[in-house]
């Protein structure tokens, strides 16, 4: 199974989306999948995957800078699943035709009219889902339940690295221990403004002058520029498990080790983003600073449950310095504990709906191929779709001396021998057989046995084959056709009206003086001769005769 994920590290939205399209890969990988990991923008990202210390599973995870929103092979494009993770790209149209799962992640509903014009359409090839971790979607009234089923919306889907459940266990089996006055900043992977800077020296400040005795722990991303890094208290993480400090930063340190952090702190001043759900399922209070627009509905909506206090971007140190020395109860509900919990699901989900759709498609291939085809009261039946009373009908007819005796393997043809090449016409392209019956309000009888051989649709020409049901009659008080005509009325509409065919031959024993009549009076013209071309068999001699080659063009062909 083709599985990729596409989603951009560029710069002013830092990492967030890495991150996160990350650890929904990790799900995959567990399942037992490889992942194609497609990043447009820059390669940085590279060194936050190298930092989360994972070698054994990226060796099923291929992560590569390439700008795939250009990308006009559709053999590059086609997936089984493909999930696409941008605020940039807006023109989805090659991915819905080239794969069978297209997940979205919405987080602020810019992908609705996609879907619900997706939903209308009735040619859309690809399964199209939202996902929408922040639950922008779940109070919305213009969302129908039919469009419900295609929006994965709520905390229940956000992605949270194993780790971070990983370190909840921990602090629920008191194995991990809040330490008061802990304080952690995390701003995400850029922090383009260098808010970490200006929290940093704010609660410094606080720190000193109300003698608070805080621990202070700065989480800078691997794409950060600013002034943090030439602060004395920077150091690498790999020290940091032995530090006596109270104030201590680090730099793109594996998310393992953030976890713990969060898990420990007693408050985490973050940005909206991964860091966010991260944070309020560990820390005791999360404080949000909103440093884009496309973090204010996560940030809104996470306020209005109870779950983070934003931060007044104009009055920070006001609002630090009140949550500091009036300190809120803890609240006594905590419904962080879904966070994530259906993720997992989702993920089978598509595996499951992406398999489901490709048996669909076999399915519809297989109908193409071995489809049956009805002309007014008659139905040819596909020898790949005739049951075993019919197969063993078509058995005695071709084993009927009147028929067999024409036939280049004039001998008879046993019940195994006959369902093995039953059997062998499923893979077959080249060769089409059918069972014709007519059909009318009471009764059902087969009239004969049609087939297309050597059917070549470069050139567009085939080989007929054609024989009567020997123990049918025709009855013509009702019938003004023989079934032979029949037949052939109905094998010329198959090759020239369905398959298209150019030209329709047939060969014929030169002693056959009757099948020649019938399909001279049937339009078909001389073509040529195969001396001694055929084998005959009999009670009383045996020898060679020639074959005959008739042919008709395609009456419409031009």
Request: net charge neutral; hydrophobic share 40%; glycine share 6%.
């Amino acid at each position: 199974m083709k599985i990729r994920i596409l989603t951009e590290s560029i710069k002013g939205l830092g990492l967030g989306h890495v991150a996160r399209c990350y650890t929904l890969g990790l799900i995959f990988l567990e399942m037992g999948y490889e992942i194609d990991f497609f990043v447009r923008g820059n390669g940085e990202f590279l060194e936050f995957l190298q930092a989360q210390q994972n070698n054994t599973t990226l060796q099923h995870f291929y992560p590569l800078s390439i700008t795939w929103e250009n990308l006009a092979n559709k053999d590059l494009v086609a997936s089984d699943i493909c999930i696409i993770d941008s605020y940039v790209v807006t023109d989805f149209s090659i991915f819905l035709t080239q794969t069978k799962v297209l997940v979205l992640f919405d987080d602020d509903g810019r992908h609705f009219t996609l879907l619900q014009k997706h939903l209308e359409s009735c040619h859309n090839k690809a399964k199209l889902f939202l996902l929408n971790p922040n639950g922008f979607y779940q109070s919305k009234s213009f969302v129908t339940e039919h469009i419900s089923k295609h929006i994965m919306t709520g905390l229940e889907y956000v992605m949270i690295h194993p780790c971070f459940h990983q370190a909840l266990e921990l602090l629920q089996k008191n194995l991990l221990q809040k330490e008061e006055r802990k304080i952690i900043i995390c701003f995400g992977g850029e922090d383009l403004q260098d808010i970490s800077y200006e929290i940093f020296n704010i609660l410094k400040d606080l720190d000193s002058l109300h003698c608070l005795n805080l621990h202070i722990t700065v989480i800078l991303g691997a794409n950060y520029k600013g002034k943090l890094l030439s602060s004395s208290y920077l150091q690498c993480y790999q020290s940091c498990k032995n530090t006596e400090q109270r104030y201590n930063i680090y730099q793109n340190v594996p998310q393992a080790l953030l976890a713990q952090y969060l898990a420990i702190s007693t408050y985490s001043i973050v940005s909206g983003g991964g860091i966010l759900f991260e944070s309020i399922l560990l820390a005791k209070q999360t404080f949000a600073l909103e440093l884009a627009n496309n973090q204010k509905v996560q940030i809104q909506l996470l306020k209005e449950q109870g779950l983070v206090e934003k931060i007044p971007s104009l009055h920070c140190r006001e609002f630090l310095e009140q949550q500091l020395l009036h300190r809120k109860k803890d609240s006594a509900t905590k419904k962080t504990l879904h966070i994530g919990k259906n993720l997992k699901d989702f993920a089978a989900e598509l595996v499951l709906d992406s398999l489901n759709i490709s048996l669909q498609r076999e399915h519809a291939v297989w109908k193409r191929k071995h489809r049956d085809f009805i002309l007014d009261n008659y139905i040819a039946i596909n020898f790949c779709n005739i049951n075993r009373d019919e197969a063993l009908r078509v058995l005695r007819y071709r084993n009927n001396p009147i028929v067999n005796q024409n036939m280049y393997g004039n001998e008879n043809i046993s019940e195994k021998t006959h369902f093995h090449f039953l059997h062998s016409l499923k893979t077959e392209e080249q060769s089409k057989y059918f069972l014709v019956q007519h059909h009318n309000t009471h009764t059902t009888q087969d009239i004969g046995v049609i087939s297309l051989t050597r059917i070549n649709l470069k050139h567009k020409n085939a080989y007929l084959g054609i024989y009567k049901n020997p123990e049918a009659h025709t009855n013509h008080k009702t019938h003004k056709l023989s079934y032979g005509s029949i037949l052939m009325e109905i094998i010329k509409h198959i090759a020239f009206f369905e398959y298209g065919l150019h030209m329709l031959y047939l060969e014929v024993t030169a002693r056959n003086v009757q099948a020649i009549r019938f399909y001279e009076k049937e339009g078909f013209t001389f073509m040529g001769e195969l001396l001694d071309g055929f084998k005959q068999r009999n009670n009383l001699s045996q020898g060679f005769c020639n074959i005959l080659i008739y042919g008709i063009k395609n009456p419409i062909a031009t």
